[in-house]
């Protein structure tokens, strides 16, 4: 079993800037993909970036060019580094880890707080 643990949430006044970090507990075989979501208070959880075992990355519209996801494979952590935050970049974030076998499942860490408010 894996476990995701975040770190790195916390306020931050608008326009600021958070780094998040992801860390596997082992080494992930068969990922595909590591990624970031967030939740907001009566939203669903939405994709906000991720990296594929490639490198490729995909941001959602709303972060594009203020944030980026990097990943350190021999340290098994991805990170988010988040720029111009908005109020309305508040929201849990959770850290995810696809991977295709035996059977396709997603991990997920328990979440770290991001608030953007002055």
């Known amino acids: 079993q894996v476990q995701l643990v975040e770190s790195g949430g916390g306020l931050v006044q608008p326009g600021g800037s958070l780094r998040l970090s992801c860390a596997a507990s082992r080494r992930i075989f068969s990922l595909y993909t590591m990624g970031w979501f967030r939740q907001a208070p009566g939203n669903q959880r939405d994709v906000v970036a991720v990296?594929?075992?490639?490198?490729?990355?995909n941001y959602a519209d709303s972060v594009k060019d203020r944030f980026t996801i990097t990943r350190d494979s021999a340290k098994n952590t991805v990170y988010l580094q988040m720029n111009s935050l908005k109020p309305e970049d508040a929201a849990v974030y959770y850290c995810?880890?696809?991977?295709?076998?035996?059977?396709?499942?997603?991990?997920w860490g328990q979440g770290t707080q991001v608030t953007v408010s002055s």
């Open positions: 990296v594929r075992s490639s490198g490729l990355t």
């Open positions: 995810n880890a696809v991977v295709t076998t035996p059977v396709p499942y997603n991990y």
